[in-house]
DNA sequence: CGCTTCTTTGACGAGCCTCAAACTGAGTGG
DNA sequence: CCACTCAGTTTGAGGCTCGTCAAAGAAGCG
């Protein structure tokens, strides 16, 4: 139990997925539907498995509803760069080409198929999808871009700084969470492999950023005291998540 | 004019872009021929010009016919990040989406109008050009990932290494240089800028791989003299640009 | 030539890493 | 219920990597 951000087992496990989705794009009452109905078919994972191989073809797109994974690459000598999360509501797998990183589950995971969705909008049956998916893209693009610069000009200062107050916009998005306080299951190892840090200063960082009075961490609840603060430290730019004004 | 691989002004400009789409898929004549007929439409820039803007919407798309340019994002402190560059062959502005990074001009540059390869594709005309156009969407996010482990998790030495050698891999493909030699009229400044470090340290860098034999750099013209240590001493792997398998 | 841009070198300091070990908390089994 | 283990966090010491500041060469260009 980890308080107030575990899952409700059963408890609307798909409004993660619901309140991104439409946060994406407007969706008529048939795509709630479609998406709820997705519930059925489940997916359960330990922390460790491999949901896609680097290489490989999704068989079947999925969306998170509990849980985190992430694409990561591994080199001959063991270090190891973590390319992107997927927190509840989020999705992985929905690239049609080969796999050109790994997924990977990082805590205990469930999953749904999301095959019935990609085959609507195939059919050309729900534009609100279409376009929820399309927008899906766009943000993971641009996370990515985030990211490269993090890794290539911000100090572990800046890019802890800046890789919480992205989660925490990811996250309230999904409702997990609010302005400040938000669920952050990740070890300090896997903060490392993100940020391109060893574990041990990510730990002096993240140190550092308490002593500075701008964060909280503690059990799995990351809490930004002063977020406007800590977006300042950064030169943090909310990424565009809006719905898309794409025809 | 920078010796044996400067531009020939008029002597098969549209070879580049040919041979490194052959790469990706195989053409018919009609295929051949309507890329060959782009060369009519062309566009000259001058380095730092600006050809899509950050959240604009790349008005075309376009192929490189020689120069160089990069994708890239600015601080508000002046500290810049490259994502990727597009070198002679190579396409740009082919998102459908607002871009997510502003593309720059980094040498003279000239580029010709690829609509007709979109408009013939989306028609359903141009199987060989679709699949090839895949491959190069794939191969870019690829090398996106590459970049970030290159900036994540290797150091100044393996960075400039496995940079190096990613390049004479795409030239070798377009027909610019060999297994050894490239070209490369990029500034130390613009390399930094890439590979996430300062100036003074690329510098430092190329010298260390300068007395290690490894390389030589003088003028615009990259020489690995030894590709397979180079390959060694970053872990480096090359990204599949080989024909899409795929249905 | 004289200017500007780019490269190169030195000196110094800060940022980050490695090694090592202690500490904490959550199981687990006796 | 308590020792034990194991994963994760925290702290210290020391050193290498890389950045900053500064200035001196090269090289391209008008």
Not at 39 to 48: D, Q
Not at 52 to 79: K, T, Y
Request: with cysteine; proline share 5%; charged share 25%.
């Amino acid at each position: 139990m980890t308080g107030r951000f575990s899952t409700h087992l059963g408890v609307r496990p798909m409004d993660p997925i619901v309140r991104r989705l439409r946060s994406l794009a407007p969706l008529s009452d048939a795509e709630l539907e479609l998406i709820r109905g997705l519930a059925e078919r489940r997916e359960r994972y330990a922390p460790g498995d491999q949901l896609i191989a680097e290489g490989g073809v999704s068989q079947r797109p999925r969306f998170v509803i509990s849980g985190w994974a992430c694409r990561n690459r591994l080199m001959a000598d063991g270090r190891r760069q973590i390319f992107s999360f997927m927190a509840p509501g989020e999705g992985l797998g929905f690239g049609r080409r080969p796999a050109l990183a790994a997924t990977v589950a990082l805590t205990a995971l469930e999953t749904v198929d999301a095959t019935p969705v990609i085959e609507g909008v195939r059919r050309g049956a729900f534009p609100g999808l279409a376009r929820a998916l399309a927008a899906m893209e766009t943000t993971e693009d641009a996370l990515l871009l985030d990211h490269i610069v993090r890794l290539g000009r911000l100090t572990a200062f800046e890019r802890v700084a800046h890789f919480l107050l992205e989660l925490q916009q990811r996250l309230e998005v999904a409702g997990l969470g609010d302005k400040q306080r938000f669920p952050l299951p990740l070890t300090q190892e896997i903060l490392a492999d993100a940020l391109g840090l060893s574990i041990v200063h990510v730990n002096r960082t993240l140190q550092q950023l308490r002593r500075a009075g701008l964060i909280e961490l503690r059990s799995g609840v990351a809490i930004l005291l002063q977020p406007e603060a800590l977006a300042k430290v950064c030169d943090y730019r909310a990424t565009a998540v809006s719905p898309t004004k794409a025809a």
